[in-house]
């Protein structure tokens, strides 16, 4: 059973695509993203550095395409398996922004559809971060029941639930201060380097928007079995899925259940999409004796097309 996974924000790097740029192909396809998408990803992915690709109009597109980039050179366009692969031996997740990519992956949304909800919902949630003084901060450690209530205590938001022991609280930048001089016992409070705080009330603004964005969408059911970060499940219905893209700006992304569903499953290898690293990273902590494999690079293809003959 293979698991293939989609990064959230914050795994982009300074010039992570312009390995993939050597093929003509990879450059023209970038290059018509970069209209719908509403941003230059060519230049965003090759030439700007941290501080310029750390901005939410820019990196969740970025993350969008990168995932998508790499799946077709691994011969996952949307609603299509890889070789011979079972569908039934197969299950897609992403996290946060990551769910866009894995949706279209699953055949709910085209590439056109992924790629224009995530220019709205980006620059939706840069308008709302930028409104307001939110951030966030990882809190590693400590007994889950004991942070979660010192989170809500500070007035917080427990936004994302990654695994075992990482909790990220999310709210005003004067709260997560506060939490970072007063933390749980045996935690530690590790501020991010975010615009806002995402998957919270503070985002509500672009939940609205991408509500309106979205009202035309013609979406089909997942072709493939597609976990939810609202709750770790598998979701059946193309509409719902979308509804719950929608919903996911403010509500909390649940990853320790969808790892928990993989394990469920019998999972048993994951396979994480370009910017890969950091989802595989979770699954080594919370899916003890899972095989992973992170695409990073083009060189990393033939390792990919080999890991998924050998899960799916």
Same mark, same amino acid.
């Given at each position: 059973?293979?698991?293939?996974?989609?990064?959230?924000?914050?795994?982009?790097?300074?010039?992570?695509?312009?390995?993939w740029?050597?093929?003509?192909?990879?450059?023209?396809?970038?290059?018509?993203?970069?209209?719908?998408?509403?941003?230059?990803?060519?230049?965003?992915?090759?030439?700007?550095?941290?501080?310029?690709?750390?901005?939410?109009?820019?990196?969740?597109?970025?993350?969008?395409?990168a995932?998508?980039?790499a799946a077709r050179?691994?011969?996952?366009a949307p609603?299509?398996?890889?070789?011979d692969?079972?569908?039934?031996?197969?299950?897609?997740?992403?996290?946060?922004?990551?769910?866009?990519?894995?949706?279209?992956?699953?055949?709910? *949304? +085209?590439?056109?559809?992924a790629?224009?909800?995530?220019?709205?919902? &980006?620059? %939706?949630? /840069? $308008?709302?971060? !930028? =409104?307001?003084?939110?951030?966030?901060?990882?809190?590693?450690?400590?007994?889950?029941?004991?942070?979660?209530?010192?989170?809500?205590?500070?007035? *917080? +938001?427990?936004?994302?639930?990654?695994?075992?022991?990482?909790?990220? &609280?999310? %709210?005003? /930048? $004067?709260?997560? !201060? =506060?939490?970072?001089?007063a933390?749980?016992?045996?935690?530690?409070?590790?501020?991010?380097?975010?615009a806002?705080?995402?998957?919270t009330?503070?985002?509500?603004?672009?939940?609205?928007?991408?509500?309106?964005?979205?009202?035309?969408?013609?979406? /089909?059911?997942?072709?493939?079995r597609?976990?939810?970060?609202?709750?770790?499940?598998?979701?059946?219905?193309?509409?719902?899925?979308?509804?719950?893209l929608?919903?996911q700006?403010?509500?909390?992304?649940r990853?320790?259940?969808?790892?928990?569903?993989?394990k469920?499953?019998?999972?048993?290898?994951?396979?994480?999409?370009l910017?890969?690293?950091?989802?595989?990273?979770?699954?080594?902590?919370?899916?003890?004796g899972?095989?992973?494999?992170?695409?990073?690079?083009?060189?990393?293809?033939?390792?990919?097309?080999?890991?998924?003959?050998?899960?799916?």
């Amino acid at each position: 059973m293979l698991a293939i996974v989609c990064p959230g924000q914050g795994s982009q790097t300074s010039g992570f695509l312009a390995p993939w740029l050597e093929e003509a192909d990879s450059r023209e396809t970038l290059q018509a993203w970069s209209e719908v998408a509403g941003t230059d990803l060519l230049l965003h992915g090759t030439e700007s550095d941290e501080e310029t690709i750390r901005d939410t109009a820019v990196a969740q597109p970025l993350i969008v395409a990168a995932s998508l980039l790499a799946a077709r050179a691994l011969g996952l366009a949307p609603g299509m398996r890889p070789g011979d692969a079972d569908a039934a031996q197969l299950m897609l997740a992403g996290h946060s922004v990551g769910e866009v990519p894995a949706a279209a992956l699953a055949g709910v *949304l +085209t590439e056109k559809q992924a790629l224009t909800l995530i220019r709205v919902r &980006a620059q %939706g949630m /840069a $308008e709302a971060a !930028a =409104a307001e003084s939110t951030s966030m901060a990882a809190v590693v450690g400590g007994i889950e029941d004991e942070v979660r209530e010192s989170i809500t205590s500070h007035g *917080l +938001t427990p936004a994302n639930a990654n695994g075992p022991g990482q909790i990220v &609280a999310a %709210g005003t /930048a $004067e709260r997560i !201060a =506060a939490l970072e001089a007063a933390p749980p016992a045996r935690a530690r409070v590790i501020p991010l380097k975010v615009a806002g705080a995402f998957h919270t009330e503070h985002m509500a603004p672009a939940q609205q928007a991408l509500t309106n964005a979205v009202a035309d969408f013609e979406v /089909a059911d997942p072709e493939v079995r597609l976990l939810s970060n609202r709750d770790g499940q598998a979701v059946a219905s193309g509409a719902e899925v979308l509804d719950r893209l929608v919903d996911q700006v403010t509500r909390p992304v649940r990853w320790d259940l969808c790892m928990e569903s993989m394990k469920a499953a019998g999972v048993t290898g994951v396979l994480e999409l370009l910017p890969g690293g950091t989802l595989t990273g979770l699954a080594k902590r919370g899916l003890k004796g899972v095989a992973s494999l992170a695409v990073k690079s083009p060189s990393d293809l033939d390792s990919a097309r080999d890991f998924i003959r050998d899960h799916a």
